[in-house]
């Protein structure tokens, strides 16, 4: 490709609304260009690296049995309906009628069409283990689009679904996509973490997701670097301290005026915030026998030094929805704001939910419920009882391993990859069944990963640049060579010279990006180093001279002369060693499902 041809024009300066290194250089290098909140156009360049990255998948699933479909991004309401999550998620979802009044929607993930998929063509064991995958655009109405392709609306997902006998088969089938995955970002060099985490609104037995480790990152993961314990801290666990042991003392009222946080009641009483008790007030949303959706009030209650984690109460209690309770709300129930604890608040319609550990400790400082007080000594089971006593508390840096109790570690990261043990949720509501040797119908057992493209080669700019621009992975990078001409109106050898090169290059298979604008060698060079293409050859009068070309790599910086009587074996020699040493990185990874 000529660079004189192509669409795509450079920035020189950040666009203002883009606050991370990769959007900023997406827009900069004429990638991408946005049109609406979380919804881009990618233009040529980019396109080639979605379309590498694309390629890379499709190789690692058909490697492990995987056979490509393609499936609408429009659905029918029916299929959402019977799995209940027309009915669960809220406004992330865009819904539509069609012109015959008929619910639709845009498909945002594909677990109830693939399901529906497998009952109309699955009907004996002999059919089974199977993995259907697509790459396929989706569409989700991310509240908060944010960070370039990290966060959008409208992006492209590889989703690989396997269907199985029986758990046995998809637990014996779920290292494979583990090891597959790992392979994928290897080869787009891409170093990650899998770690498990919560199944969501996906639902199931297992999960993990694919980490790569930058400050830009929304997930914390928790790590052990002793033993490999990995988990997001959405569903991470640790071993709690052991209270001291003794008896319940007496209740006793003590005026704390204005103390309202735990950190100033510590403070005011000369204790440790592990010896108080903390009130967190929450509105649910929670299911009812009849099938429709109740709000109820949730009283958590966690000891001072912990903080309350949303996702394993929303798992606790199988809430849809949690918001924070106002102080109406929550002094309607008998308890004061800043001053709240379980003792005499009114029950009904209470869901009363206990940090085991705070079930454990004796004498505890909590509120009274009337502003200015507190009370020393309050004890659940004696002063009060949970309707669930369970663990709802994070863990954090310096906490201890639930494997080897090593003092874990926090990390920021990307998601990047996720695969799930399913299960049968989606085959029962959906009924696909199959008959077993003995004529018997059962469910198919369904797991499901995914990976998106458009994502993944937003992280890679994030973890492959400098401060001149991109620096691609030969694997995924958009053009092998840069092809640059410092030819003048005085030196038309140089114009020779490279135009031959260019013709050599291609004809060798070598996938070339010329660039033969009539602009100065130092614009030239700037925006080769944006466009961070792996290997820039530079054809000019002084080289010519002595028979060379000068050659630099982009991820290093490396550079030195290659003779013009060999350059097109050399750089093809270049490349090849460029493309193993990543492709070396793609090694057997350890599966173990307790290790984190």
Request: aromatic fraction near 6%; hydrophobic fraction near 40%; charge should be negative.
């Amino acid at each position: 490709m000529r660079m004189s041809k192509l669409f795509f024009q450079t920035l020189r300066e950040v666009p203002a609304d883009a606050d991370i290194a990769s959007h900023q250089l997406m827009l900069r290098a004429g990638l991408i260009h946005q049109i609406a909140a979380g919804i881009f156009d990618f233009l040529p360049m980019a396109l080639r690296t979605k379309h590498k990255i694309e390629t890379i998948l499709r190789e690692e699933m058909d490697a492990i049995g995987g056979q490509e479909v393609s499936l609408p991004i429009v659905h029918p309401a029916e299929l959402w309906q019977k799995s209940g999550r027309w009915q669960a998620i809220g406004s992330d979802m865009a819904r539509l009628k069609d012109r015959n009044g008929r619910d639709m929607c845009l498909g945002m993930t594909h677990e109830e069409v693939m399901a529906d998929l497998a009952k109309r063509f699955v009907s004996s064991y002999r059919q089974l283990p199977v993995m259907l995958y697509q790459i396929q655009t989706k569409f989700r109405d991310e509240p908060r689009p944010r960070a370039g392709l990290i966060r959008v609306r409208e992006f492209t997902m590889k989703d690989a679904y396997t269907f199985d006998r029986d758990q046995a088969g998809l637990d014996a089938y779920y290292p494979h996509l583990y090891q597959a995955y790992y392979n994928i970002f290897h080869r787009c060099d891409l170093d990650v973490v899998a770690v498990k985490s919560d199944t969501g609104m996906m639902g199931g037995t297992m999960a993990h997701e694919f980490m790569a480790l930058t400050p830009i990152g929304e997930d914390t993961l928790v790590l052990c670097d002793n033993c490999g314990y990995s988990a997001n801290r959405q569903i991470a666990t640790f071993r709690k301290p052991e209270p001291p042991v003794a008896d319940p003392l007496p209740l006793e009222e003590v005026a704390t005026p204005g103390v309202e946080t735990i950190a100033g009641l510590a403070d005011f009483l000369g204790i440790p915030q592990s010896d108080t008790a903390k009130a967190v007030f929450l509105i649910a949303d929670l299911e009812q026998p009849d099938g429709t959706i109740k709000e109820h009030f949730v009283f958590c209650v966690v000891r001072g030094d912990m903080e309350l984690n949303e996702t394993k109460l929303t798992n606790a209690i199988k809430a849809r929805r949690l918001r924070p309770a106002t102080a109406d709300e929550i002094r309607a129930i008998g308890a004061e704001p800043g001053y709240g604890s379980p003792l005499g608040i009114a029950r009904d319609n209470v869901l009363l939910v206990v940090d085991d550990l705070v079930a454990r400790s004796p004498n505890l400082v909590a509120g009274a419920n009337r502003e200015g007080f507190h009370l020393r000594n309050t004890n659940h089971g004696r002063d009060y009882g949970a309707d669930i006593v369970t663990d709802i508390v994070s863990a954090n840096d310096g906490h201890h391993c639930p494997n080897c109790g090593t003092p874990l570690t926090t990390a920021r990261g990307v998601e990047v990859g996720n695969i799930f043990k399913l299960g049968t949720k989606y085959s029962i509501a959906l009924g696909a069944t199959y008959l077993d040797e003995n004529g018997v119908e059962k469910p198919i057992v369904m797991g499901c990963y995914g990976i998106g493209s458009g994502r993944l080669m937003a992280v890679l700019v994030e973890i492959h640049h400098d401060e001149a621009g991109i620096r691609w992975p030969i694997t995924v990078a958009p053009y092998q060579v840069s092809l640059v001409s410092l030819a003048t109106a005085k030196t038309p050898e140089v114009t020779a010279a490279a135009e031959q090169l260019y013709a050599d290059l291609v004809k060798a298979g070598v996938e070339v990006i010329y660039d033969d604008r009539d602009e100065r060698a130092g614009v030239k060079f700037n925006d080769a180093d944006l466009l961070g293409i792996p290997i820039r050859l530079t054809v000019g009068a002084k080289g010519l001279s002595n028979g060379v070309v000068e050659a630099k790599l982009r991820r290093s910086g490396e550079a030195w002369e290659m003779p013009l009587a060999t350059l097109v074996q050399d750089v093809c020699a270049l490349i090849a060693a460029e493309t193993e040493r990543i492709n070396s990185k793609a090694v057997p990874m350890p599966f173990d499902d307790d290790a984190g």
